[in-house]
């Protein structure tokens, strides 16, 4: 129910918009909409969600025409990373992009130091992050259910901080990384079943625009 009224919050403010302008093409309808859902209320409409993820990007959306030259720029590393990085699950969502590793790609159960494999599967993945550098890029660890909420708070930071530290080590700039962790909080999955709290151990990775690449938008969208 949280989650409808969530949702129903946006879609009713998008249809204000849409009444309001019916003479506005598609770009400039998109770009209102996501001004809309944009700035502080992306943690509250992610959280209620049950979408962390969620929540990052559309805090981050400049919306405008300018969120629609990011979020062309955003479809073509999207494409990149499914063709190169095939173990992944890749999203798309308004301005940035959402990849989900889990625990059987990066972890052994209940540890958070990176195999050799987990290595690999990264090592895909910084390719195409150092082609597309103009970007941020927040880390989020999660866990499943098994254990107490403090020792998966605990797991989930050190995840994430195991994937930054080898992402660093590879030449991606720190500067251009944070994590999170959000231990048992935020399942996506059904920790029921062993296949979903499988998939709730998972390390997520959210790519948004910085800072010199929201202006270079900005400058394209003037002209």
């Keep these: 129910m949280k989650n409808f009224k969530i949702y129903l919050f946006i ?12 003479s506005w093409n598609k770009t400039q309808k998109g770009g209102a909409v996501g001004t809309v859902a944009g700035g502080g209320m992306g943690a509250v409409i992610g959280r209620a969600a049950g979408n962390t993820a969620l929540g990052a990007i559309i805090g981050a ?16 590393q999207a494409e990149e990373i499914k063709k190169t990085v095939p173990d992944a699950k890749v999203e798309r969502i308004g301005e940035g992009i ?3 590793f889990n625990s059987n790609v990066l972890f052994g159960y209940d540890k958070s130091n990176l195999s050799y494999a987990s290595k690999a599967s990264l090592d895909k993945l910084v390719k195409v ?15 499943d259910s098994k254990g107490s909420i403090a020792y998966n708070q605990t797991l989930s930071e050190e995840r994430a901080g195991s994937v930054s530290r080898y992402l660093s080590s590879t030449g991606i700039a720190s500067n251009r990384m944070t994590i999170k962790g959000y231990g048992e909080t935020v399942p996506k999955y059904d920790n029921k079943t062993s296949d979903g709290r499988s998939e709730n151990r998972r390390v997520e990775f959210l790519i948004t625009a ?7 938008a900005e400058k394209e969208a003037a002209n």
């Design 61 to 76: 959306a400049v919306g405008g025409a300018s969120g629609a030259i990011i979020g062309h720029q955003m479809d073509k």
């Design 98 to 100: 959402v990849i989900e």
């Design 11 to 22: 879609l009713l403010s998008s249809s204000l918009i849409f009444i309001g302008c019916a």
């Design 210 to 216: 910085n800072e010199k690449m929201k202006a270079e």
């Design 129 to 143: 992050l150092n082609t597309y550098n103009e970007t941020n890029i927040e880390l989020q660890g999660h866990t």
